[in-house]
């Protein structure tokens, strides 16, 4: 029996108990039934909180005291509009809803690809986190950042040099804007951690690149993905300029092989459709199990704030 035909025989069960007796409620025994992804359309700021809460909050992720990384996209000297960032809405909400759960310390780290200061304010995340705490947006550029360590269950890349934040974070935060990548096809949760590594170059080079994305997965999976798709790069990425739609969007799912295949079926991608199983490192990462792309057998919820 798959989960959402358990669900959904749980929910039959509880609606034929609630029938007998008024002091049964179902809500408490619906409480753990929280979606596998979570869709909800509406500004940035809100669209994001009420995705994750879909999920139970972000309280099921982040415990008092915990140490979290969130990794934006946040590496191009480029303003909102060509969403080639994240909207700095998007990653200004997850830092407070980190601190309203009790975080003892939120980082929003990446190793940008452009000018750091530039990309830093132009993008507009380091003065949307300024504004709820000082000083915790950073690009890592020095290999003293970055620590070697070897990779387990790998299939090419078998080490590479990781930021020593993400080793030593409880949590790791996903929260990647929806882009076309000409390498990867798409970037967003399994492509984006690629900011996270101090040698990006030899996965170009070295290695197939779908593999290594899986690979350098394997020892920093997300916690939680969170997927701006408040603008979608849809083609040119990852740094435009290109053609952005803008489906007003956020994506959530404590699986990110779920919520990117989710990003990948729901919008065009160089103006056609597109599904999972079209991107290798998404196909990839199903079959070695870090997570799903078999949408369709996963429970998925969409709300409009609207």
């Known amino acids: ?37 979570a869709v909800v359309k509406g500004k940035a700021a809100a669209a994001t909180r009420a995705a994750v809460e879909m999920l139970g909050g972000m309280g099921r992720f982040v415990k008092p005291g915990h140490k979290v990384v969130i990794k934006p996209n946040m590496s191009f000297a480029r303003d909102v509009d060509s969403a080639s960032n994240t909207h700095p809405e998007v990653v200004r909400e997850l830092l407070i809803m980190c601190k309203e759960a ?19 304010d132009l993008s507009g995340i380091r003065p949307a986190c300024d504004s709820v705490e000082k000083n915790i947006c950073h690009h890592l550029m020095s290999a003293g950042y ?51 590594i101090f040698d990006r170059r030899i996965m170009h080079s070295r290695y197939n690149l779908d593999t290594s994305i899986v690979d350098m997965n394997k020892k920093i999976k997300p916690t939680l993905a969170v997927i701006d798709a408040t603008r979608v790069l849809t083609t040119g990425g990852p740094g435009g300029p290109g053609k952005v739609i803008t489906p007003g969007e956020v994506i959530a799912s404590a699986d990110p092989v779920a919520a990117d295949a989710t990003a990948v079926a729901s919008y065009e991608w160089y103006g056609r459709k597109m599904k999972p199983n079209q991107v290798g490192h998404i196909r990839m990462a199903h079959e070695r199990n870090l997570g799903r792309m078999d949408i369709e057998n996963l429970i998925t919820q969409r709300r409009d704030l609207a």
């Open 1 to 37: 029996m798959d989960r959402r035909t358990f669900l959904k025989r749980q929910a039959q069960g509880l609606l034929l108990l609630t029938a007998g007796s008024p002091l049964l409620s179902a809500a408490p025994a619906l409480a753990d039934a929280s979606p596998d992804v």
């Open 102 to 120: 009790g975080a003892s310390q939120v980082r929003i780290l990446d190793h940008s690809l452009q000018n750091p200061e530039q990309s830093l």
């Open 146 to 196: 970055y620590m070697t360590e070897s990779i387990p269950d790998a299939a090419e890349m078998r080490e590479n040099a990781f930021m020593r934040d993400v080793l030593a974070a409880d949590v790791l935060i996903a929260c990647p804007v929806a882009k076309s990548h000409s390498g990867a096809g798409v970037s967003l949760s399994l492509k984006g951690q690629m900011g996270l």
